[in-house]
């Protein structure tokens, strides 16, 4: 298996730390608002990643945290007046949805910053002990960057200037590259926590540091975890941040490997709340069934940019309709046997870094292939059985397909339109029955002209509502 690894700056072969096992952190979501694409494309690249490692037999353990300590979050709390559990709580339960939503894998664990803070209090007094972290004039924590070596060798940062770009001015530190470990907030009206250093809150670097070394590192060896993943955003400087304060306190490296999935644009524009243009997932499930978004964001390679696109969800709308098609057609066959050679080409493009395109280019071919060989012969039991087998893998690996066919192809139409399209088909049906075979086309354009498509079968008449461009 090849993957590739944002340090090296190259594809590179994946041998875990320990055999068969592979522990993977992915940064989660700051809880103070709903998830948006950008949440969405990382949780379906590494839930992809995920299922890969299965089906190559690993036992993964997959970690993904929740941020609910974080000035925006306390920011909001101010701004509407309520707690800061009853916010985390509502966008902790809204992320969740969306992910059932999208057919993610659930973590391992789940941790969450507040209730961690005892593992951050564990690091910074380490880090102190080491003479790699001081404290301000106003007792506030900082991590003495100029006392590890390797500081910017993870985001290829080694000179000062491309550290300083994305890092605030402050005169109490010691060197401007210095990030916060523990902020002193001692005032009343202050949302702080009580730590052994004074009441305050941790900084946000610090937070997945602590989590991976509590829930998932080794403690010995080379390595703590074998994957870090999120979205490049994160490179710098809160992995770099993190890499650098968890080398210090633990004596060896944070990952053996760094992943990460490339931006989601609107219109060009990283996807950004500041900009205007944020597309959240909720709101897109309201459009799209969450299995379609799935695909779509699936579609691109992972560390491609993804410009998001309406015409293109519906275009990948119309590529999972084919899918779908070739599981009605075998409905209700049950299979014992598989299409090794189909499994095999597939699992070996993913296994080149997840190599999406080629990937689905072998699994157009195979849909062609099984609907080829029903057409000339519709009652071969075996090509039924191997194409329900590929089509199980397919959902098993891609997260698609899993649902029942018939059911797919009614999304999006409300109960209403269900009576109305009943109601004409059986007027259409009557019609045929009278030999009044112009009414009959007539209802028939009718409905194809509000999309809904109309399929003559032995079992009688099956409609799809099918998405026009």
Known sequence: MLIYDSVKKEKTKFIPIKPDIVKIYLCGPTVYDNAHLGHARSAITFDLLHRVLLKNNYKVIFVRNFTDIDDKIIKKSKEIDQSIDKITSTYINSYLNDMNALNILKPNIEPRATQNLDAMFNMIQVLLDKGKAYKTANNDIYMRVKTDLKYGQLSNRQNLESQISRIGENEQKEDIRDFALWKIFDKDDDIAYDSPFGRGRPGWHLECSAMIEEHLAYKDGEFSIDIHAGGA???FPHHENEASQSRCANNRELAKYWIHNGFVTIDGEKMSKSLGNSFFIKDALKIYD????RYYLLSLHYRSPLNFSHEDVLNTKKRLDRLY?????????ESNIIDEEFRNTFLDALNDDLNIS?????LDSMLSKYNELLDKNPKDLKNKQLAIS???????ILGIGKKDPIEYFHLGVDDETKIYIEKKIQERKEAKERKDYALSDKIRDELKSKNIHLMDTKDGVIWEYVVEI
């Open 358 to 362: 080629i990937a689905l280019s072998i």
């Open 233 to 235: 955003d994160l490179f």
């Open 290 to 293: 969450g299995e379609v978004l």
């Open 390 to 396: 590929n089509i199980i893998f397919i959902n098993e």
């Open 325 to 333: 098609r070739l599981k009605k057609r075998v409905l209700g066959i």
